[in-house]
């Protein structure tokens, strides 16, 4: 769909459906620091956006509405609970207009996965209602507005591979050399619940358990700067993922179903439950993601790249 140009009943310019494109995220390192007093945890991350996406289509309309179709469906509200609605409501306030948008999320990204697909949806309709609304936002004024809706809104904004500190919503893009790394996404059954998986990692620290947190992002950063993913596939880490296969004990056999068929690492995505595996290119990420359906614990096997550009137009 190109964006269409026409006069509407009172001869004014009226803009024509924006639709905007959303990546998924994984993180390449999630390290998680203590409680903070606001409930959250201070965050050392390493965000990196994959080619995995939802669309939203904003036209202009008399009220606020959104309509969905694809994953999630009939399990998530369409009302002021979602966090689409809550970003349009968001930037309407900050630009003083009035939040009129007859909005369509298009979603192929699992909900509850880990995958930060209800950031993504947040991201995609602050850039598709900025333009339907013609607000002169620009992308850092977006990013203040999407660090109010989600700890990982503002990463989405912005894609690529980026580093994420305070409770993840502090961004800075990772300078890497234009290598193209391969994924395999392993869709879990169900979902998890962030709060639930951050509590269970609290729990199991209090416990002696939750193994060694990550230390520092520098080997991952420096293996970003080198084409070899056996070496990307040392460094990445996740302090999350012990409470998520606490939670949900099966991800272990998904988990070594990828290290079986030669993965360069195996991992959860964020809070989970989507485990995610590295490969050397697109013909290894095939023979990873057969064995990984064959013999994982899955509902679901897709492949994808990354870095991938944020929430666009287009
Ligand atoms: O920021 P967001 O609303 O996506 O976070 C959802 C929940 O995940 C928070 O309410 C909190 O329980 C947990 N969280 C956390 N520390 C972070 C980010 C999220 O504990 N840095």
Redesign the pocket.
């Known amino acids: 769909m190109t964006e269409a140009w026409a006069l509407d009943q009172d001869g004014q310019l009226a803009v024509g459906p924006v639709r905007v494109r959303v990546p998924a995220k994984i993180n390449l390192h999630l390290g998680v620091g203590p409680l903070r007093p606001d409930?959250?945890?201070e965050?050392h991350t390493v965000y990196h956006a994959v080619s995995l996406y939802d669309e939203i289509t904003a036209r202009a309309g008399d009220a606020l509405t959104l309509t969905m179709q694809g994953e999630g469906v009939g399990e998530i509200e369409l009302d002021d609970r979602n966090l689409v609605i809550r970003a349009a409501r968001a930037l309407a306030a900050a630009a003083k207009v009035e939040p009129k948008a007859r909005l369509h999320l298009r979603k192929q990204i699992p909900i509850a996965a880990g995958l930060a697909g209800g950031?993504a949806d947040a991201a995609a309709t602050l850039v598709a209602c900025d333009s339907l609304w013609d607000t002169g936002f620009s992308r850092a004024d977006l990013a203040d507005i999407a660090a109010t809706l989600?700890?990982?809104v503002p990463f989405l904004l912005y894609g690529g591979t980026a580093l994420g500190t305070g409770?993840?919503e502090t961004v800075n893009p990772v300078l890497a050399r234009a290598t193209r790394w391969h994924w395999v996404i392993a869709f879990s059954a169900g979902g998890l619940s962030?709060?639930d998986v951050?509590r269970e990692l609290d729990r199991l620290r209090a416990s002696g358990k939750g193994g060694a947190p990550l230390g520092s992002t520098d080997g991952l950063l420096a293996a970003l700067r080198q084409r070899d993913p056996a070496a990307l596939g040392a460094v990445l880490g996740n302090d999350l993922q012990a409470a998520a296969v606490s939670l949900m004990p099966q991800l272990e056999t998904t988990l070594q179903s990828g290290r079986d068929a030669g993965a360069h690492a195996a991992l959860v995505s964020g809070s989970g439950p989507t485990c995610v595996f590295l490969a050397d290119d697109e013909a290894h990420a095939g023979e990873i993601a057969d064995a990984v359906r064959e013999h994982g614990d899955c509902r679901e096997v897709q492949l994808a790249h990354g870095p991938v550009p944020g929430a666009r137009v287009g």
Request: aromatic share 16%; glycine share 24%; charged share 15%.
């Open positions: 409930g959250y945890h965050l950031s989600g700890s990982d409770r993840g962030t709060p951050y």
